[in-house]
Each structure stands twice: as structure tokens, then as C-alpha cells.
């Protein structure tokens, strides 16, 4: 399986530009989505540039209807080449094989990496806005 070819390093780079990103092992990033029910290797779907892994869509089936597309990721020095979109086209048509009307994913609004014009492109549209707020807690306040 693709995973296990997979590195902390590579998917760290990977998501280095998502807010709150922390770096942190491969095995504990990918383990939640391994552990899923819903988790089916056959909705995994990778581009790669000979041996090397350089982008990844690691989806699922949410419903009858709805799909999920829980990771999509392209290395940074692979992105602006078309491979996110390729990902994302790649995932709807097999979504839509196994009869899903609907492909869903999350997304930082105000992501560096510009995933946001990479979804409106590709047909996407928002659906669901979460605001987060936080606060610096520290003793004495």
C-alpha cells in the first residue's frame, strides 16, 4: 500500500503551509484515517514522478450519496503543475462510478497554498463557513 511508502518527511512538506500544522510522525498523521470505517485502500489515489510519491488523495465514502475526500495533498515543489486538479478529477470520476452525487472536502480558507481557487476551479463550491476563534491563555489573565 502506498502509506507505508510514504514519509513523515514528504507529508510534513506537504502540509508545512496548513494553518496550525505541527510537524509530527507519518504513523500518528495517517493512523485516525487508517483506523476508520470507512477507510477503503481503493479510494487512496497517488501521483508520482517515477519512485517518488508527490501528491495524494486518501478519500472515503461518507453515505449513498456523499463522498469525502479526507486528505489532498501535492508536494510543494510538484504544485502549480496540475496534479491537485488531476487528484481532485480523478476522485470525482471515481466517485461518481460507485453512484456519489455529491464530493465534499474541508478546506482553510485562507490557505497559502491557494486550495481554495484549486476547488472553485475544479467545479467545487462552499457549502459550510466555520470561523475559529482562540485566545493565548497565560497565567494571570
Known amino acids: 500500500m502506498f502509506l507505508s511508502s ?25 493512523h485516525e ?3 476508520l470505517e470507512t477507510f477503503d485502500p481503493t479510494l487512496c489515489f497517488l501521483a508520482c514522478a517515477g519512485e517518488t510519491i508527490v501528491g495524494f488523495a486518501m478519500c472515503a465514502e461518507l453515505n449513498v450519496k456523499m463522498g469525502n475526500i479526507e486528505e489532498l495533498g501535492v508536494r510543494r515543489t510538484w504544485r502549480n503543475c ?31 497554498t491557494g486550495a481554495t481557487r484549486l476547488y472553485e476551479r475544479a467545479g467545487m463550491h462552499v457549502t459550510l463557513l466555520n470561523d475559529f476563534y482562540e485566545k493565548e491563555c497565560s497565567r494571570g489573565q
Open 6 to 30: 510514504y514519509n513523515s518527511l514528504q507529508l510534513n512538506e506537504v502540509f508545512q503551509d496548513a494553518w496550525g500544522h505541527a510537524q509530527e510522525p507519518f504513523e500518528s498523521r495517517t
Open 82 to 112: 496540475g496534479l491537485g486538479r488531476a487528484l481532485l478529477l480523478h476522485t470525482f470520476h471515481e466517485f461518481a462510478k460507485r453512484g456519489k452525487q455529491v464530493a465534499h472536502l474541508s478546506v482553510d480558507t485562507e490557505s497559502q
Open 33 to 35: 484515517f487508517l483506523a
